[in-house]
């Protein structure tokens, strides 16, 4: 545990920034994800070769595929088509065309205009990223997340000219004009430069996949996309950089190869695995657990601890998500929407898709999955096998280590510690027990003694925030877990919450982040106790943090 005391380092260094820059663009994605989901499924459902594709007239009303001089349903949206001799004839417009067209990006423009000014900046990016979309003949997801983050900067200046200059009375006035004026210029300036700009890098990036795909390079990405994962960009390159190429990619064949290189659960199922069978101490404990969440729940934060933990394993999810892109790759699979968490579950509805090839796709994704993680499993298996022994002997080290330095720091033995020195160390109960005495050690350290795992007595906490990159995943199963504890031990009036890193404020009381982000949020909130941990499913330290909050309450601190 540590705490946000002056001589803290302050955060810094090229893989904060990366990963604020990575946050920030799925930032703009993920809350949005919902709405995804539900164009996937009225396009699985009700186009013309979809699931319910023969229900008439609901199908080609909703499907947007429906001749409107043959179905009568006055005042539904039509628009000018060509038949199959090239005849003219009113169409039904339906939801999958518009949704994908203007809902999605206009999403994704109000939600970046707001993470840079608001709802003010919201609304101006909005206006403006209407330019862009109907300048263009293509889904305007890329020019959303270019053009809103601009636009909303572009409000926030402007308001800046005239900040306490307005005559009391007229504040509405001026900043309805304001904003108005400003967001047709840009919705202007969108149309004419941004959209033909944005659809030349559109089609640039389209191009460089394609090749890729041609020249069958595609899956060297896996040599960036899996490291970059477990440093926490997983995010950041899925619904950042993955989802709106997908979605164009898809628009055009139905599914996207491009939806599955990051969200394939194959390479960190394989990885679980491997340390289930082959790890050592509390990594080979909590994998079988973890391997729960990660596969079927989606959560792929949880296995990158392990990576960490042993970084050599990195090799075999390299190995094994190139596996899973080559598979893809040469049997034509993809999914129809983005799989949105990672789940195997969200993997199926997305693969069996009749857009996508229904059950043959399925299949296939299904097989490059397996591939992913029979082949991560074998080269992390070989890793760890290699060093096991050394591990071993490692942590019987740490073992006796902590032993030693908690009598030292007690003046005195105990026969609680000399029952576990006497351990063999193959007792998971004394390991564990270990490894909490060493954890609370290295606390006392790096809070120069304000804590040793018990009571922080600086800062009374009310409000426990789980703070992970998007908010959603990993953050809010550590805060279930807490929540479940603290309950249990019968504290009433202290809530846990979880939240994105990004939106973390001064109303948290005691923030508690994986390890690798936890510099991100002790520069958002500077005023908060910080704790890291390793592990959100299973760690020592929310006991840790549910005796602090327990001795604050009897103390009334």
Known sequence: MTSSSANVKKPGGARVAVQRFGTFLSGMIMPNIAAFIAWGFITMLFIAVGWLGWWTPVAPLLGGFGNADVINWPGAMTAIALDENGDPYNRFVGLVGPMITYLLPLLIANTGGRMVYGERGGVVATIATMGVIVGTNIPMFL????????AAWVTKQMDKLWDGKIKPGFEMLVNNFSAGILGMILAIVGFFVFGPAI?????????????????????LVSIIVEPAKVLFLNNAINHGVFTPLGIEQATETGKSILFLIEANPGPG?????AFTFFGVGAARASAPGAIIIQFFGGIHEIYFPYALAKPMTILALIAGGATGVTTNMLLNGGLAFPAAPGSIIAVTAAAVSPAAGGVGNLLVVYLSVILAATVTFLVAGVILRASRKRDLLAEADMFGAAIAQTEANKGKTSAAMDALRASDGKDREAIREAEEALDKLETEAETAGLADGGVLTTKRVKNIVFACDAGMGSSAMGASVLRNKIKKAGIEDVTVVNKAIANLDASADLVITQNQLTDRARKQTPDAVHVSVDNFMNSPKYDEVVELVRDQHQDGV
């Open 269 to 273: 199922l394989g990885l679980l695995l």
């Open 143 to 150: 020019g959303a997340m270019i053009m809103a983050p601009f």
């Open 199 to 219: 659809l030349w890098f559109s089609d640039v990036l389209g191009a460089a996949v394609g090749w890729l795909v041609a020249y069958n390079l595609l899956p």
